[in-house]
Each structure stands twice: as structure tokens, then as C-alpha cells.
């Protein structure tokens, strides 16, 4: 059977300096559709770089990465970029909305750079709100809104592109226990709705709510694959 | 075009955040506008008057003028065998130029009108039948001056609008009016003319609202004491105006009828030749200076706005990197990120030029009010001014949106 996300013999590596460092080192990755998978390691072993390679942001130093039966890294910037719009759903630690722009904007910016501009654009956004429950918040401003709700605006805009693939770099590391469970609930929610998640984290306990377990350490991936159930 | 729309509206939202700074950021935009527009203004202005004046004058024409000599250049000219302006230079220039249509003849008078108002003070003038044509002076009743007039000395005369208003019921058709010791009828009333008298001008052009022709021939009676007097030039005659068959053949035509005249008076400088083209394009040459001057001092104060542009938006840039990283998390492309900081720098010079085309139109009617200077603002000059500062919000944008566009977009994420 063919892998949603294939990545081969990724390495990456970073001159600071006059010293390289290597963030990743020759990782093989794969993940099924409709799977939801954690990463966990340590800070600095390279869990975050991997993301943003498996999420188009970034070129691996070497490597294949089979997306959705399309080779990634032979497209354009360009291309890369309609790739992020239309199929890869970022959800970051620090929520990272526009201040200046509404619950309802942020939710529809990937639209502004997205092929598909159809007539039901705003359907979509309203549906992705209405998931995250936050529709009597449309034309609240971030500041307006607690940390918690922040993160919903987040995971409704990677929602509403109605992604290939939800990533997510520490979702629940800026919010209290009980704000994160309700995020938590949330991806498990959109996980038995059949999306593809895959979730960085160093906290056990969040990574134990994914099927599957990777530990990254030092860029590579360490002994045994945990899964549950 | 919704996207464009939303682009827009993004950037109006952008800079609506920072509203003194995007004020105080267009500043120099706004002078630079300002003084494209009044410098465009003033120099329409300058040029609708100039040419006003030599239209009157006619593009198609050549004036000779008798210049009046002293007694010591009378006796040089004289030694030179000229004997000023006459019939007879019409006639070898009549012969000797091809390009030459018609030429008038024109004769100023110092005779006086007996009767007469005394706002008016006519001048009165013997002119060849084909004047009228040659000038381009439309009459309003009768008929102008005839070629049997002249032939047979009739003492009929033509007046100008303003004459036979100020000779009242005597200045009708048919009535007799006295200039010196002699009756002469009335056959003809001019139209009355628009006439600009402008100060510092290159020109005179007559006022024939003011004016009484008689034929030329006809004015033996009035020249008697004046001539013995010597205060006429010599040759008699005035003026020539010579016109051209077409307007492309004025210049040729100027030196050829300069080349004649300077050969039959002798080289004496009895007369003076206008070229209204000429001084068409001597007007046009100084307009060109002015507008040199006036367009560095207008490009000078843009390249200053737009660097305060540029300044500002490196600035925003910067301000704004993890905003750049968000967006390109979300699939900006280089490009996207490009023509939205490029939108945002031409938003702002645009209405920096917008206010600034609002104060130019007061700047310049300021200007006609306190110095009353002829200007125009043409619809031209409102675009021009409005691309300029387009342009100039493209060209300082453009290294502050290129800059943006080429941060990495995980560096930019992580800016703090």
C-alpha cells in the first residue's frame, strides 16, 4: 500500500557559524492516511526542523519526500508554497494569529494565497469555526480571546483548507492542563473524523493521546515504535 | 479581482494601525505632489497666454515693422539708398518668396477724430483692402475697405467696434465722421474683438476695437502736416503684415523675406521683422527652462518623500517579520508576500499623491489669487501627479517588499 507521507534518508544540516550542526540525520518516516502520529524528543533534537520539512516550510539538506504520491521538494517555491495552502494545516505553540485581523480573517487568510478560490470560501471558514465552537467570536480581535481560544482560531484556519495533513508543533505547550485536555479532545475529535495528524511534543503524557509514538533524538529516530491500540 | 480587493483592504487595515506614522510617512510625498502639480499648473498657464497672444498675432503670418530713426541713422539709410518701408518692398517680396499668400499693408496715422468720446482715443490707420483677410478681422456691419477704394482715394473709413460706440449715433453706417479738415463715411463696423492686454509682453498686438481704416492712398489729405513734422518713418508705411501659404513654410519664408529686405534697404536697419512662430518657440524654449527647474526642485522633494517611504516600510518590515513567517506558514508565496508590502508602499504614496493633488489646486489657486499669475490645472496634470507618486511608492517600495519576500520563512516564525 502507498503512505500518505513518505520521507526517506532526510538529513539537515545548519551552519552556525563556522560550526555545522545536524538538526536531522538520514530519517525515514512514514504515515497512513487517517493516522495521527506524535514526535517526541527532548528540545533541540531536531523534532521541530522534521515538521517543517514534512509541512513544506523547509528543504531538507538531502532526502525524498513523497507527499501524497507527489515528490515535494522537486517544486518550485511556488508550487511548495500552493502545496501549504492547499493541503498542509500548521497549528503552532504560540498560536500565531494576525492581531490585527478578526477570528473570522484569520481563519480565511490561507484562502487570500489558495488555488481554490470557489464561491464556497466562506462556508468552509464558518464550518471550521462552528467545529472549535467559537462562532459567536467571528469578529473578536486575538486579544480579546484567552489562550485557549486563541489555539482553536489556529487549529479552525489549518481546518478549513480542508487539509491533506494537520501539523502540529507543541499545540498545548503556552496553555494551562485544562485548556490543553479541551485541545486534546479537539484533535481526537478531528482524528476520528479521518484526519491525518502529526504532533511535535516533549510532553509524554500529550504524545501518548497519538496511535503512534516517535522519539527523536540527537536527529535520529531512537529504538522501538510505540503504538497504542 | 476579489483578491485584489482583499489585498487592498488588508493594507488600508495595515496601515490604519499606525496611523501618525503612516501620516507623518507621506509627508514628503504630499510636497512633492504639491509642487509637481503647481509646477504643472503655472506652466500651462504660462503657455495657453503665450499662445493666446501669438494667435492673435497669427501663426501664419510675418510682421515687418518700420522702426522710427534718428536723424544720423536717417542720413546713414538714406546714404544706403533705403527708403524704409514701403510698397515696394511688398511687391519684391511678393515676387521674390513663393511660399508668400498675401501681404497687407498698414499705415498708422496721427490724425484725430473730431466728435469724439473721450475714453476712446482712436488710431487712425490706412491698410491695404486685403488686411482685414490678412488679420483675420471680422466685421460686424458693411463692408471693409475695397480695392476701388484705394484705386479712386475714396475718403470712406472702417471703424472699430469701440469708435463707433463712442461716436454714438454719428459712429452709424452711412454717417460721415471728421478726422482733421475731411469728412470721411462710414461703410464699415468691426466686430468687437476679445483683446488681451498683457503686461511684459513680447508683442504688441494692435487693438482694432480702436481702430479707423481708411484705404491706403486715401490719406494724402491727413499725412500733409504730420509728415512735415518727420515723426513718420520714412517710407511711409507702418507695418507689412505678411502671410504664408502654410504654417510649415513660416520659418523658410522669415529668412527669405529678411535675406530681400536686407539686400533692397542696403543693410540699413529701418525695420524689424516678428516671427510670432519664432517667438512661439523662444516662449516655449524659456518654458522649457522653468519647467527643468520647477521639475528637479518637484523630483527632488519625491526622491525625499520616497525615501522616508522606503524608511518606513524597512521599518514595518522588520516590525512585522513574524506576521511575514505566519503567512508564508499558511502558503504565501515570495510573490504574495511581495505584492503585499509592495500595496502597501504604493497605498500610501497614492494618497500622499491624492493630498497632495488637493493642496496643489489650492497651492495654485492661491497662487493666481495672491500673485495673479495665469495658471491651469488640467486633468493631465492630476494624472501625472498621481502616477508620479505611484511610481514612486513602486520604485522605494520595492527593495523593502523584496527584502520581506526573501526572509525564510522559519527564521521569520521564530522572531520574536
Known amino acids: 500500500m502507498s503512505y500518505l507521507i513518505e520521507a526517506s534518508g532526510i538529513s539537515k544540516e545548519f551552519s552556525i557559524g563556522a560550526s555545522l550542526i545536524q538538526a536531522l540525520d538520514d530519517i525515514d518516516i512514514r504515515v497512513n492516511e487517517g493516522e495521527s502520529v506524535a514526535i517526541m524528543g527532548p528540545s533541540g533534537s531536531g523534532k521541530s526542523t522534521l515538521l517543517h520539512i514534512l509541512g513544506c516550510l523547509e528543504r531538507p539538506t538531502s532526502g525524498r519526500y513523497i507527499l501524497d504520491g507527489k515528490d515535494v521538494f522537486e517544486s518550485s517555491d511556488r508550487q511548495l508554497s500552493n502545496f501549504r495552502a492547499n493541503h498542509i494545516g500548521f497549528v503552532f505553540q504560540t498560536f500565531n494569529l494576525l492581531s490585527q485581523l478578526t477570528v473570522l480573517e484569520n481563519v480565511e487568510l490561507p484562502f487570500l494565497y489558495s488555488s481554490s478560490d470557489n464561491g464556497e470560501t466562506r462556508a468552509r471558514v464558518t464550518r471550521a469555526i462552528e467545529q472549535v465552537g467559537l462562532i459567536n467570536r467571528l469578529n473578536h480581535r486575538p486579544a480579546e480571546l484567552s489562550g485557549g481560544e486563541m489555539q482553536r482560531v489556529a487549529i479552525a484556519r489549518a481546518l478549513a483548507i480542508e487539509p491533506t495533513l494537520i501539523l502540529a508543533d507543541e499545540p498545548t505547550g503556552n496553555l494551562d492542563s485544562r485548556t490543553s485536555e479541551e485541545i486534546l479532545e479537539l484533535f481526537e475529535r478531528l482524528h476520528d473524523d479521518g484526519a491525518t495528524m502529526l504532533m511535535v511534543t516533549h510532553d509524554r503524557e500529550v504524545a501518548s493521546r497519538s496511535q503512534r509514538v516517535m522519539t527523536l533524538r540527537d536527529g535520529k529516530f531512537i529504538d522501538g515504535v510505540e503504538v497504542r491500540s | ?416
Open chain 2, 1 to 416: 479581482m476579489k483578491r485584489a480587493a482583499k489585498i487592498i483592504a488588508l493594507a488600508v487595515r495595515s496601515l490604519l494601525q499606525h496611523k501618525l506614522r503612516a501620516a507623518l510617512s507621506i509627508l514628503g510625498v504630499i510636497c512633492g505632489v504639491t509642487a509637481v502639480l503647481a509646477m504643472l499648473s503655472i506652466g500651462e498657464g504660462a503657455k495657453r497666454e503665450v499662445l493666446s497672444q501669438i494667435e492673435q498675432l497669427g501663426t501664419r503670418n510675418i510682421y515687418l515693422k518700420a522702426v522710427v530713426l534718428t536723424e544720423d541713422q536717417e542720413i546713414k539709410a538714406r546714404e544706403r539708398l533705403s527708403r524704409g518701408l514701403s510698397t515696394y518692398d511688398k511687391d519684391r517680396i511678393v515676387l521674390g518668396c513663393a511660399a508668400v499668400r498675401d501681404v497687407a499693408c498698414l499705415m498708422e496715422l496721427p490724425a484725430s477724430v473730431i466728435g469724439m468720446a473721450r475714453e476712446v482715443s482712436p488710431q487712425v490707420a490706412a491698410c491695404s483692402s486685403n488686411y482685414a483677410e490678412v488679420q483675420k478681422i471680422p466685421l460686424s456691419y458693411g463692408r471693409f475697405i475695397g480695392d476701388q477704394d484705394m484705386e479712386r482715394k475714396y475718403r470712406v473709413c472702417v471703424l472699430g467696434w469701440d469708435v463707433s460706440e463712442g461716436l454714438g449715433s454719428e459712429g452709424r453706417l452711412g454717417s460721415h465722421i471728421r478726422m482733421e479738415d475731411h469728412l470721411y463715411r462710414i461703410v464699415g463696423v468691426l466686430k468687437r474683438q476679445g483683446f488681451k492686454t498683457v503686461k511684459s509682453s513680447v508683442v504688441s498686438v494692435r487693438n482694432h476695437n480702436q481702430m479707423i481704416f481708411i484705404p491706403l492712398g486715401a490719406e494724402g489729405d491727413l499725412v500733409q502736416g504730420p509728415y512735415r513734422r518727420g515723426k513718420r518713418p520714412s517710407g511711409g508705411l507702418t507695418e507689412l503684415v505678411i502671410q504664408v501659404q502654410e504654417t510649415e513654410q513660416v520659418i523658410g519664408a522669415a529668412s527669405v523675406i529678411r535675406r530681400i529686405m536686407e539686400r533692397s534697404h542696403g543693410g540699413a536697419a529701418d525695420f524689424q521683422m516678428v516671427v510670432p512662430q519664432e517667438l512661439l518657440r523662444q516662449a516655449q524654449k524659456t518654458q522649457r527652462t522653468f519647467n527643468i527647474v520647477l521639475g528637479s526642485i518637484a523630483c527632488i522633494s519625491l526622491l525625499v518623500g520616497g525615501i522616508g517611504i522606503m524608511n518606513i516600510m524597512l521599518a514595518t518590515v522588520s516590525e512585522r517579520t513574524r506576521e511575514i513567517g505566519i503567512r508564508r506558514a499558511v502558503g504565501a508565496a515570495r510573490e504574495h508576500i511581495m505584492i503585499q508590502f509592495l500595496a502597501e508602499s504604493v497605498l500610501l504614496t497614492f494618497s500622499g499623491g491624492i493630498v497632495g493633488v488637493a493642496g496643489g489646486i489650492v497651492g495654485v489657486w492661491f497662487i493666481t489669487a495672491m500673485a495673479g499669475w495665469k495658471t491651469a490645472i488640467t486633468v493631465w496634470s492630476i494624472i501625472l501627479s498621481l502616477l508620479m507618486s505611484t511610481v514612486v511608492g513602486i520604485f522605494f517600495g520595492i527593495y523593502p517588499a523584496y527584502h520581506a519576500a526573501k526572509m525564510d520563512p522559519i527564521a521569520a516564525l521564530r522572531h520574536e
